[in-house]
């Protein structure tokens, strides 16, 4: 039997495997809406993109930078946050000679640029085979609105991060700057670069052949990642009193410049770092270098006196001395075999106890201290209460100070160095070493953050108080509080008294070393003391730089009572119980 | 008959296979407006982020209190002019 195929028969298989055909083609478009993100599905949408409209564009997904936050009253208040903003520009290949020249007139009536200027740096652009210049960065919103109304395919709006600081001008030389492309300048910004530093992300865009975007293609796209925030233990209302008397103090005494820190002695918390002259990273481009130095840490100088209470104690504390031995005052001025000429500046002791001689701030008493320990035992000391090595705060420009290799140290050495001479520190190592007399005789590690955060919040590291090392026993400390309270109520420091807290510290007003010798008339005047004598809450230093010796350079005089400010203030601002009835 | 099923099936799937399309081109559309509408979202968020930075500094919260006239006790002038003396702004 054999089967017979009619024409109509021929038309309906050809027409059956047509609609297969078309089944099978629905059966893909179906597949392809429906791409799972995998790379290996990737050209799907690049296929999908040739085959339908052949033209694709990659929009840059911007990452946030992270954040900077400091302390505040109740909560964290921001030191450092980003913004977009809205940035023209051109792709002068895609406009002829007229049209370049009509665009830069157009550009220029809205965004206050030089039409000339702009027509002649397009056209060598243009000559030179260039897609794309900057008309103008950072525009404002109603620029960019204009720009984009022009419906020009030749220009365009691109969003660029700008940094903002809204604390201004308050802790400038602490946190550093980001310039314009993203680069850090110093500070914190340095420290966590690349913590905060965000990821960008991109999305691929199918256009059409005027490159407007149509739809985008997930596949191919990558979501940006946000940087991370960082905490500071820096609380805004402590750093605006220090700043504010720091920057006081330098006017006031028309000084080359000025530092304080203040600290919270049981955890090395850094509650406050000023310097003077600062800067505002918002406008760093206006700044001078000098003015964007971190001074409490990248600027060693002599410490003069404030070094005293230090080498007395650990004399003390090694049983070499006690507070009630007594040593001669050589009548003011001292001779010493092979260590030079020291004088107490006009006043004149005799014999006095260790503890009068801190009270007093002695320095012929206390090179004798140094002759009674020797130059091992003091550089030993030195050494161990954090002076020349860096203390790890963890900021970029951190000097070490200057201790000098023990086998350089000589008889002038021996009897100076107890007083403050031939050793430099830095500030938040001056700070740090009484932060140690006010908890009791541990020397902690400076904390100046405490946490980093992803964008979700999630804990990424943490900072937990350290103590470096233990360099006072408890009862020590507690007798050079005793002795630096002594200094406040009846010695150098009386301008730091205060009505309702118990102060104790120290003054410091060392010569400036120049090229062959001391400087005359240039002197580093400082105040490092704290509050409540029993239990410090905060240990607070100031000190001033080359004061104009007829305005006053004394560190009792220069620097105590903005301490003295400044401590009441935190300590109030800290809920600290008064101790004075 | 057989005929005319061959083309009822052909106009089926051809209109499937249209409005397939359509309701791709669409969604992909919405996609992309919900894709830039998200970025702009985002840049407005951040922007207020920062104000709301500037407007919490402790020079912006000193401002208003002052613009607002508030009658905030400053603790800490009656205590360094004596015990007599009273608050800056205590009303009398």
Redesign the interface.
Known sequence: MSVRFGR?DL??VV??A??GF??V??VQ??QA?EVPPDPQHADVAERIARASLGSTIVVP??G?PG?IYAR?RSSH??MA????VPSCFIDPSLLNETQLAELSRQLSGMLGVDPGELYVDLLARRERGSRFAWVKRQVTDAQADAVRELDNRAVGIQ?EWRR?Y???S?AGPVLGFTNDENVPGGGVHLAVFRAIQARQGR?V??GDAGRR????V?EQSEAPVDGCDVYLTID??VQ?TLQKAVSEAVTKYDAQWGTGVVINPWTGDVLAMASAPTFDPNNFGDTPPQAMLNRAIATPYEPGSALKPIFAAAAVERGVLSWQSRLDGENGVYHAHRGGRISDHGRRYGLITLWKAVVKSSNIVMAKVGEMLGNRQLFEIAHAWGFGRRTRIGLPGESPGILRDLDEWDGYSLRRVPFGQEISVTALQMVMAFGAIANGGTLMQPRLMTRITDPRGRELWACEPTAVRRVLSSGVAAQIRECLADVVERGTGRRARM??WTAWGKTGTAQIAGRGGYVDGAYTGTWVGGAPKNRPAAVCLISIYWPDRHKGYYGGVVAAPYVKRVL??TL?YLHVMPDRP | MRLALVILGLAAVALALVDIRREDLAVRHEMQALETRHAEVRRELWSRQVDIGHLTTPQAVRYRADVLALELTDRLPSVSRGPDARPATERP
């Open positions: 109509h038309i309906f027409l059956l047509a609609m078309l089944g083609r629905l478009m179906v809406c997904l911007p946030r954040d505040g208040v921001l946050g980003s913004r977009q969003y903002d809204p604390l201004g308050l999305r865009v199918l975007p149509i739809w985008g997930g805004v209302n605006e009505d309702r009441e203030t109030t």
